[in-house]
């Protein structure tokens, strides 16, 4: 089946849960996903066959809280097993405010596409399997966590936070530019456009 809905929130100021392992949902623009919201815990399972497509899509969402602060929030979503799709038009953002939300998005099959991946502080990205499709922005304090063979990032990346390689087998296909830390330990990373360590980035291996 199909749902189509102007937003779609999972996990508002409360706890809410979403599997979804076939059919197709689609978000209208100009409307987002959000996956934990406001002082919510949201969780999303997409698999099989299924597919999301959304404007902007957030992992992890912090709201005023109405006295000049914000609520805090967290959002997971799991990608596995088939050929499960996400797609999103814009800019899918793994922990939205640092210090209040906390996401996490685990890609263990399927394909994720975005034209921009942002993790930020307080946000991880585990990737163990599938395919990154879209130009992937890590922030100062934010995670990229690899592991597990067939791993291709099909597009730019900044990295300014954390990437961990463990027993992985990972293919960059754009840029990578590394101003922060990239750890190989000990894991195969192949880098087929300009690879580029600047300012305080270090690679390191074992």
Same mark, same amino acid.
């Given at each position: 089946?199909?749902?189509?809905?102007?937003?779609?929130?999972?996990?508002?100021?409360?706890?809410?849960?979403?599997?979804?392992?076939?059919?197709?949902?689609?978000?209208?623009?100009?409307?987002?996903?959000?996956?934990?919201?406001?002082?919510?815990?949201?969780?999303?399972?997409?698999?099989? %066959? $299924?597919?999301?497509?959304? !404007?902007?899509? *957030?992992?992890? #969402? /912090? +709201?005023?809280?109405?006295?000049? =602060?914000?609520?805090?929030?967290?959002?997971?979503?799991?990608?596995?097993?088939?050929?499960?799709?996400?797609?999103?038009?814009?800019?899918?953002?793994?922990?939205?405010?640092?210090?209040?939300? %906390? $996401?996490?998005?685990?890609? !263990?099959?399927? *394909?994720?596409? #975005? /034209? +921009?991946?942002?993790?930020?502080? =307080?946000?991880?990205?585990?990737?163990?399997?599938?395919?990154?499709?879209?130009?992937?922005?890590?922030?100062?304090?934010?995670?990229?966590?690899?592991?597990?063979?067939?791993?291709?990032?099909?597009?730019?990346?900044?990295?300014?936070?954390?990437?961990?390689?463990?027993? /992985?087998?990972?293919?960059?296909?754009?840029?990578?530019?590394?101003?922060?830390?990239?750890?190989?330990?000990?894991?195969?990373?192949?880098?087929?456009?300009?690879?580029?360590?600047?300012?305080?980035?270090?690679?390191?291996?074992?």
């Amino acid at each position: 089946g199909t749902l189509w809905t102007f937003s779609l929130i999972v996990g508002n100021d409360g706890g809410g849960t979403m599997n979804q392992s076939g059919g197709g949902n689609m978000a209208g623009p100009p409307m987002s996903v959000w996956v934990g919201k406001g002082s919510g815990t949201g969780y999303y399972e997409l698999s099989g %066959t $299924g597919s999301m497509v959304a !404007q902007t899509f *957030v992992v992890g #969402a /912090a +709201t005023a809280d109405g006295s000049g =602060g914000f609520k805090t929030t967290k959002g997971t979503v799991t990608q596995k097993d088939g050929t499960s799709r996400l797609t999103v038009v814009g800019d899918l953002a793994i922990s939205e405010k640092p210090g209040f939300s %906390t $996401g996490v998005y685990n890609l !263990q099959a399927g *394909v994720l596409e #975005a /034209a +921009t991946i942002t993790v930020n502080e =307080g946000g991880t990205l585990n990737y163990s399997g599938g395919s990154i499709k879209g130009d992937l922005t890590n922030n100062v304090k934010g995670k990229v966590n690899l592991s597990g063979s067939g791993l291709v990032v099909q597009g730019n990346v900044n990295n300014f936070g954390t990437f961990m390689a463990t027993g /992985a087998e990972v293919e960059f296909k754009g840029n990578f530019t590394n101003l922060g830390g990239y750890v190989n330990d000990p894991s195969v990373s192949k880098f087929y456009g300009d690879l580029q360590v600047l300012g305080q980035g270090y690679l390191a291996g074992e």
